[in-house]
């Protein structure tokens, strides 16, 4: 059952779409008018800010469901089952975005984005995500209303799990992707432009910068990320507005954990083995688990179970050591 339909309560997703909008016009208008680099303490700062926002969202959310199911039984229990999934479920996004982080590291490296400039293309990469996110949820509430559905993507995301799982490190080359060397093929480049603007004009023509490329990039691989994301929580609530919203605050985070992230990646050697168990096991609460307890996993169960798996995949980042190589043992 589905409490906040679309149909019914359209007024309390487009009251969030607008302070979204609010918060982002504050963002780039006031806060980030000017380009420069994000220094790691103002981005644990926001990163903390858009947490907090995300809890006292969730907490007004609590209360509104107290008032709402105030008159029946179990009232009270069916409100804090519905915050604790909008918890669980931004605990996962927030965690998947962990990869999207070494993708963008990756990405701006690769074009040799500046610091100062990478702020301004997350902001608008995160814009293209938030549309992305929006149309993959309305699709996807729709989906899932069909049993076999629920399965074919909880057997995607154990795949997917399972290839993260057991895939080493590769190289990343955009120019071997299709998409890239079809760019190249259609818009005119100056891959040697300096400053923050995305488009240049030389004498007349106007030219793609890398800023433009990195964002394309970056708003594709949103894109592919998408889709393990959204089903994930779809995985935990069948509530379109708390898979919306929980969404929706981890993505606005993203850009403050990456420059608070991005320095010290290299240390989660693990992370990627936590996030791959997580992917596994929501694909299995999504393709058997939750037909073991009567259609609903216990939500208790999913946000301890997805606490443990990332917690242990930081834990052992820093209690087991990389190996040296011969050449630093040499050195020593």
């Known amino acids: 059952m589905v409490f906040f339909s679309f149909g019914e309560y359209w007024w309390a997703y487009l009251s969030f779409l607008l302070l979204v909008g609010v918060l982002l016009a504050v963002d780039l208008g006031v806060l980030h008018r000017k380009a420069r680099e994000v220094s790691l303490k103002e981005a644990a700062i926001w990163t903390a800010v858009w947490v907090g926002l995300a809890a006292l969202f969730n907490w007004a959310f609590y209360c509104y469901c107290l008032h709402k199911f105030s008159s029946i039984d179990g009232g009270e229990g069916r409100a804090r089952q519905l915050a604790l999934e909008f918890l669980t479920g931004f605990l996962v996004e927030k965690s998947l975005a962990v990869d999207n982080i070494f993708v963008f590291t990756l990405i701006f490296n690769y074009f040799g984005i500046h610091r100062v400039h990478q702020h301004r293309v997350l902001f608008y990469g995160i814009i293209g995500a938030l549309i992305f996110r929006a149309l993959f949820i309305a699709i996807g509430a729709q989906l899932m209303a069909y049993h076999f559905v629920v399965v074919t993507f909880g057997v995607l995301l154990v795949l997917t799990g399972l290839k993260m799982f057991f895939s080493g490190s590769e190289s990343f080359n955009p120019d071997r992707m299709w998409l890239m060397r079809r760019i190249k093929q259609l818009v005119p480049l100056d891959l040697k432009a300096e400053g ?88 299995l609460k999504m393709a058997w688990l939750n037909s073991l307890f009567n259609g609903k996993f216990p939500v208790t169960w999913s946000l301890m179970i ?27």
């Open 196 to 283: 923050e603007d995305f488009f240049v004009n030389r004498s007349g023509k106007w030219f793609a910068t890398r800023l433009c490329l990195a964002l394309i990039l970056i708003e594709f691989t949103d894109f592919l990320f998408a889709v393990d994301s959204v089903p994930a929580i779809f995985a935990l609530t069948s509530e379109p507005l708390i898979v919306f919203t929980s969404n929706i605050f981890a993505i606005l985070g993203l850009r403050s954990m990456y420059f608070m992230l991005s320095g010290v990646l290299s240390k989660f050697r693990y992370i990627k083995l936590g996030l791959a168990s997580v992917l596994v096991f929501v694909g």
């Open 306 to 332: 997805i606490s443990c798996l990332i917690g242990a995949s930081i834990a052992l980042s820093w209690i087991i050591k990389p190996k040296e190589s011969p050449r630093q043992s040499d050195s020593n």
